[in-house]
C-alpha cells in the first residue's frame, strides 16, 4: 500500500513563531500533494493544493504568506505555519497522489496548538 | 459554495440493518467522486471510488447524474461499521487537482 507520513504528529508553540509540518510519501512519488485545515467536529478544509517543483495552488481565503508549502521533491511536502497565532491552531493534514491516479493517500495528521 | 454536501451528521443505525449515506455534489462537468472512512484514532482512508464501480465491505455507491448524487449504500450494517464517512469530488482544472470534501457523517451501529 502507499503510505503517507506526517511529522509532527503534534506540536504546541508559542505566538508569533513559525512551525514547520512535513508530509512524506514513503513508498511512493507524489506529483501531486494537498494540505487540509480541519476544525474540531468539521470537515476537512482544502488549503492548498502543490505540484512538484511549481508554486502551491491556494484556495480562495487561504493566506499564502501566512502558510507557506514547498513541494521541493516527489516525496516531500512541507507547510510552515508563519508568525502562528491561537486562532492557527488546528489539525492540519496533508494528502499525497500518486502520477496520475487519483486516489489520494492521507497522512495521519498534525495538531498544532499556538500559545 | 459548498461542492460536497452531507446532509446527515449523525446517522444511527441497528446492526443487520440497511445503511445510506447521502452526498450530492455540485459540479457541472464529469465528476469523479470517492467516499473514504476514518475509523476511530485512525487516519483517513479511501473506501471506494466510482469510476471502479466495486463493492468494499459490503458498501457500494451509485453515481447518480441526474440527481447529482453518490450516495453510499449497504444492506446489512455490522458493528464495524461504525466511523467518520466522507464523500469527496475531484476537480481537474487548469490549474491542477483538487479534492473537496463533504462535511462528513457520523455513523453508529447500534449492537
Known amino acids: 500500500g502507499a503510505v503517507v507520513s506526517q511529522h509532527p504528529s503534534w506540536v504546541i508553540c508559542k505566538s508569533g513563531t513559525s512551525v514547520k509540518i512535513e508530509c512524506r510519501s514513503l513508498d511512493f512519488q507524489a506529483t501531486t500533494m494537498f494540505w487540509y485545515r480541519q476544525f474540531p467536529k468539521q470537515s476537512l478544509m482544502l488549503m492548498a493544493t502543490s505540484n512538484e517543483g511549481s508554486k502551491a495552488t ?3 481565503g487561504v493566506e499564502k504568506d501566512k502558510f507557506l508549502i514547498n513541494h521541493a521533491s516527489l ?3 512541507t507547510l510552515t505555519v508563519t508568525s502562528a497565532h491561537p486562532e492557527d491552531s488546528s489539525f492540519y493534514i496533508c ?5 496520475r491516479d487519483t486516489e489520494a493517500f492521507f497522512g495521519q495528521g498534525t495538531r498544532l496548538t499556538v500559545v | 459554495a459548498q461542492r460536497v454536501t452531507q446532509p446527515e451528521k449523525l446517522l ?3 446492526k443487520g440493518a440497511p445503511v445510506e449515506l447521502k452526498c450530492n ?3 457541472s462537468g464529469s ?3 470517492f467516499w473514504y472512512v476514518q475509523y476511530s484514532r485512525q487516519r ?7 469510476i471502479s464501480r466495486e463493492s468494499i465491505k459490503g458498501f457500494t455507491a451509485d453515481l447518480n447524474k441526474g440527481e447529482t448524487s453518490f450516495h453510499l449504500k449497504k444492506p446489512f450494517a455490522q458493528e464495524e461499521d461504525s466511523a467518520m464517512y466522507y464523500c469527496a469530488l475531484n476537480l481537474t482544472t487548469l490549474t491542477g487537482n483538487q479534492f473537496y470534501f463533504g462535511t462528513g457523517t457520523s455513523l453508529t451501529v447500534i449492537p
Open chain 2, 25 to 27: 455534489y455540485s459540479y
Open chain 2, 12 to 14: 444511527s443505525v441497528f
Open chain 1, 95 to 99: 494528502s499525497a497522489r500518486k502520477g
Open chain 2, 44 to 50: 483517513l482512508q479511501l473506501l471506494l471510488r466510482h
Open chain 1, 58 to 60: 491556494y484556495e480562495q
Open chain 2, 31 to 33: 465528476p469523479e467522486l
Open chain 1, 75 to 77: 516525496t516531500l511536502s
